[in-house]
């Protein structure tokens, strides 16, 4: 997906031109049409060629992705989750503490 909102429109040689390790063709026309079925990408004939675009913008997608990975790995806890993701750090730089900071007081005067 991150492919597909840099180029506007990839297609799936494309995609794998951008992959560090890609996999093989097959799998990321795979992939690309399971983004299709769920709704996430649509795609256009250019000569025998797919051409995938997104259906909705990225900042919905990012929230999606989210989500899953709370619902499907972390029981659904918010704390648990950025907990894990503080700990994936070796050393937040201040400002980013500053701001976790100001996002949880934020969060807790308006009740959530």
């Known amino acids: 997906m991150d492919i597909v909102y840099r180029m506007k429109e990839a297609t ?16 990321v ?4 049409r399971i983004l299709e079925d769920r709704g996430y990408l649509e795609h256009r004939r250019d000569g025998t060629r ?3 675009s997104a259906t909705i913008p990225r900042e919905d997608a990012q ?13 659904n806890s918010v704390s648990e989750t950025v ?3 503080i700990n994936m750090s070796d050393e ?3 400002e980013e503490l500053d701001r976790l900071s100001e996002l949880i007081r934020k969060a807790k005067k308006e009740g959530r």
């Open 83 to 85: 907990a894990a993701l």
């Open 50 to 52: 797919y051409v995938y």
């Open 92 to 94: 937040l730089p201040e």
């Open 12 to 27: 799936a040689a494309d995609v794998m031109d951008h992959l560090p390790e890609a996999p093989s063709y097959s799998a």
């Open 63 to 75: 929230s999606s992705a989210l989500e899953r990975v709370v619902s499907t790995f972390f029981d």
């Open 29 to 32: 026309r795979a992939m690309l």
